[in-house]
């Protein structure tokens, strides 16, 4: 099947810095994608998405950069905040079915 | 609070027992989800219902029932479980299936952590 994954598990940023997360997927179809968040006990939330015609968006303090070439998506927090910990899965589609990665823990230290 | 609330929070069942997982959605959506989320694996897609019909079965062994009696509740039946099957039980909706690629963005609930024993 198609993979999507991330290229690290954990992520430790200091309060304030921007935090970078990365996802590569394999299924080059793909048109669709999206970043979600999940907190500690709490089903995943809605971040921002993406589709292929377009290879930057910006929402509120995130922007979301999608690179066709090297089928690479990357979440950017600006001035990150100890609300931001929590696990970041990158999910992608060509077909409506979301495919997800396994997801990058996120933690933020004063 | 996301509009989607699941009921229990957790379940602790034997591998005899039958229990089932309730959703409800208060968003007015007509697509409802069942998703299975494991430690260290991705989210994996179980059953889609539309309008009340099932759109999608995700392979999903038979000891998993799903039940959609309208657009705003969701069950899944569980019975004679294996120890392989806990996991946390997510559900979602969204306002239609398909349409994930338009824009209908998929809401979750906060899940049900289930254990088998």
């Known amino acids: 099947g198609e993979n999507v994954g991330l290229h690290l598990p954990t992520l430790s940023v200091q309060e304030g810095d921007n935090s970078i997360i990365n996802c590569a997927y394999s299924?080059?179809?793909?048109?669709?994608f999206i970043w979600y968040k999940q907190e500690s006990g709490k089903g995943p939330q809605f971040i921002i998405d993406?589709?292929?015609?377009?290879d930057k968006r910006q929402g509120q303090r995130v922007t979301v950069l999608l690179n066709k070439t090297v089928k690479h998506l990357s979440l950017q927090i600006a001035a990150t905040q100890p609300g931001d910990s929590a696990v970041y899965f990158c999910a992608e589609t060509d077909t409506d079915k979301l495919i997800f990665g396994t997801g990058t823990r996120l933690q933020v230290f004063p | 609070e996301t509009g989607v609330t699941q009921t229990p929070r957790h379940l602790v069942m034997g591998m005899t027992n039958k229990k089932s997982l309730k959703c409800e959605q208060h968003l007015g959506h007509n697509a409802m989800y069942w998703y299975k989320q494991s430690a260290k694996k991705p989210l994996e897609l179980m059953f889609v219902y539309n309008f009340k019909e099932q759109t999608e079965n995700n392979s999903v062994p038979s000891r998993f029932s799903p039940e959609c009696p309208n657009s705003s509740h969701l069950f899944l039946h569980l019975h004679t479980l294996q120890p392989e099957d806990s996991a946390l039980y997510l559900c979602a909706s969204s306002q239609t299936y398909p349409g994930t690629r338009s824009g209908n963005t998929i809401y979750f609930g906060e899940g049900s952590w289930l254990t088998v024993v």
């Open positions: 299924n080059s179809a793909s048109d669709y």
């Open positions: 993406i589709r292929s015609n377009m």
